[in-house]
């Protein structure tokens, strides 16, 4: 069973720039499909990218152009640079783990980014 643990989140000027990172141990990091999801404030959570060993990528089209999800095997650690920040980027962002199953069942607690107009 794979764990994970976010980190990276903050306050930010729109416009600006953060990187999240998520830390995977328990696992085979490579097996899975890993994604970023988001959740705003009265929202329910959103994809925001996916990615799979051999650098399959997806994004969702609001994010499309100023993120990128970065995966580092060596390190089991998935990344999510994000620029150009804006307001409506605001959410607490979790990573996820998808065993290929087309289920996200594993899940971190999340890691807060707030970014301020």
């Known amino acids: 069973q794979v764990q994970l643990v976010e980190s990276g989140g903050g306050l930010v000027q729109a416009g600006g720039s953060l990187r999240l990172s998520c830390a995977a141990s328990g696992g085979t990091f490579s097996s899975y499909i890993m994604g970023w999801f988001r959740q705003a404030p009265g929202k329910g959570h959103e994809l925001v990218t996916t990615m799979r060993y051999g650098g399959s990528t997806y994004y969702t089209g609001s994010v499309k152009g100023r993120f990128t999800v970065i995966g580092d095997y060596a390190k089991n650690t998935m990344y999510l640079q994000m620029n150009s920040l804006k307001p409506e980027d605001t959410a607490v962002y979790y990573c996820?783990?998808?065993?290929?199953?087309?289920?996200?069942?594993?899940w971190g607690k999340g890691t807060l980014v707030t970014v301020s107009a």
């Open positions: 996820a783990a998808d065993p290929g199953a087309a289920n996200w069942n594993y």
